[in-house]
């Protein structure tokens, strides 16, 4: 709300974005570890972040409708993909929006922490990969741990270098 609102950047100067960011420098696809404000020196490589939605939803969680008004964005910027990319969902709402723009059901592909799946989008076919959202309360409860978001960018990482990307 303060920060990728102001910035432009999603997951700009939120608790979100200091995993995510970490993660990103971590495994090459950022120059540094942090982003926290417009101009910023953080630069990404091979790496572009988006959202499900363009607008900042009530309490932060998207109504299935804003999603559905969303998806031809999400969509047009997948379409820019090459074959053989990657998408890493940040949860089950990304996950679904994923899924619905590149025309397929999302129960086609169900989500779980660590999944990667084959998705088809016209005649070529991305992996999409899924890890818990990295909120303050996914970290803070345990559900997701430093070391589980490492092993799914692990995979990311394997699949783009044309290893199995089979997440641990």
């Known amino acids: 709300m303060h920060g990728a609102n102001a910035t432009g950047r999603p997951f700009t100067g939120d608790h979100a974005g200091i995993l995510l960011y970490r993660a990103l420098h971590e495994f090459g696809f950022a120059n540094r570890p942090d982003a926290v404000a417009a101009g910023s020196a953080l630069r990404l490589a091979d790496c572009r972040i988006t959202n499900a939605?363009?607008?900042?939803?009530?309490?932060?969680?998207?109504l299935p409708a804003e999603t559905a008004n969303c998806n031809g964005y999400l969509g047009a910027?997948?379409?820019?993909?090459p074959a053989g990319g990657a998408v890493l969902a940040l949860g089950?709402?990304?996950?679904?929006?994923?899924?619905r723009a590149l025309g397929t059901r999302p129960s086609a592909c169900p989500f779980a922490h660590g999944a990667r799946h084959a998705v088809a989008s016209g005649s070529r076919s991305v992996a999409l990969f899924d890890s818990y959202h990295c909120s303050r309360y996914n970290t803070n409860t345990g559900r997701l741990?430093?070391?589980m978001f490492r092993n799914v960018f692990t995979a990311v990482?394997?699949?783009?270098?044309?290893g199995s990307g089979k997440a641990a």
């Open 92 to 99: 089950r709402i990304a996950h679904d929006a994923v899924l």
């Open 157 to 162: 990482a394997a699949h783009l270098a044309g």
């Open 77 to 81: 910027d997948l379409a820019t993909l």
């Open 145 to 147: 741990t430093e070391a």
């Open 53 to 62: 939605v363009k607008c900042l939803p009530p309490a932060n969680k998207p």
